[in-house]
């Protein structure tokens, strides 16, 4: 069975949203399903709600095209696994926003089989209708998965003109520029 994927989302701030995302992942894992909480709130209070920190990878990482499997992180509770947040998710809403099809790019890292290991999926929304929010309001499918991981597009360096390739339409980072440069 497919894994069922929730997002708690509302404009307003301090309205229960994490509290109630957290918990409900938290009360399902107790219960033996496996869960995952994916925190798309730059403030990550669901994170430091787990107790844990986004060291190195986040939720900025998903969206930009790295693996659901290397991204979530088991947690203290049994069956619960976290994708954390961090404060540079805030720069990827509005790259999100500026890139054509920007609104499909967390649907398309939470399609199956990515989510088969999970029973359920909290998406973590912060409290504004952004680009975050709305890709947390997108329904995963296969074909836009596959038809936006066809697409290679090759980006110049502004400052060396070098050029870098990557797996999305356009890069969510911030500075295109190679590793190399
Ligand atoms: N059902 C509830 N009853 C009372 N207080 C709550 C309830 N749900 C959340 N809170 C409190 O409300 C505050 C905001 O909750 P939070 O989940 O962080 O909101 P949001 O994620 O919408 O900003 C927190 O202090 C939390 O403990
Ligand atoms: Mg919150």
């Known amino acids: 069975m497919p894994a069922r994927v929730y997002a708690v989302a509302n404009q307003k701030g301090g309205v229960g949203k994490t509290t109630t995302a957290v918990n409900l992942a938290a009360c399902l894992a107790e219960a033996g399903e496996r869960c995952l909480l994916v925190d798309l709130d730059p403030q990550a209070n669901a994170t430091s709600g787990l107790g844990?920190?986004?060291?190195?990878?986040?939720t900025h990482d998903l969206l930009d095209g790295v693996p659901l499997s290397q991204l979530a992180k088991p947690t203290a509770f049994a069956n619960l696994d976290l994708v954390p947040a961090k404060p540079e998710l805030a720069a990827a809403a509005v790259q999100l926003s500026a890139?054509?099809?920007?609104?499909?790019?967390?649907?398309?890292?939470?399609?199956?089989?990515?989510?088969?290991?999970?029973?359920?999926?909290?998406?973590?929304?912060?409290?504004?209708?952004?680009?975050?929010?709305?890709?947390?309001?997108?329904?995963?499918?296969?074909?836009?998965?596959?038809?936006?991981?066809?697409?290679?597009?090759?980006?110049?360096?502004?400052?060396?003109?070098?050029?870098?390739?990557?797996?999305?339409?356009?890069s969510i980072r911030a500075s295109p520029s190679p590793a190399s440069c």
């Open 99 to 170: 890139i054509d099809g920007g609104e499909r790019y967390l649907a398309d890292a939470l399609v199956a089989p990515a989510t088969d290991p999970y029973a359920f999926v909290f998406l973590d929304c912060p409290p504004a209708f952004g680009a975050l929010t709305v890709n947390a309001l997108q329904r995963p499918t296969v074909s836009s998965s596959r038809s936006r991981r066809s697409t290679t597009r090759s980006r110049a360096c502004r400052s060396c003109s070098a050029r870098s390739t990557s797996s999305r339409p356009g």
């Open 52 to 58: 844990r920190r986004a060291n190195g990878v986040s």
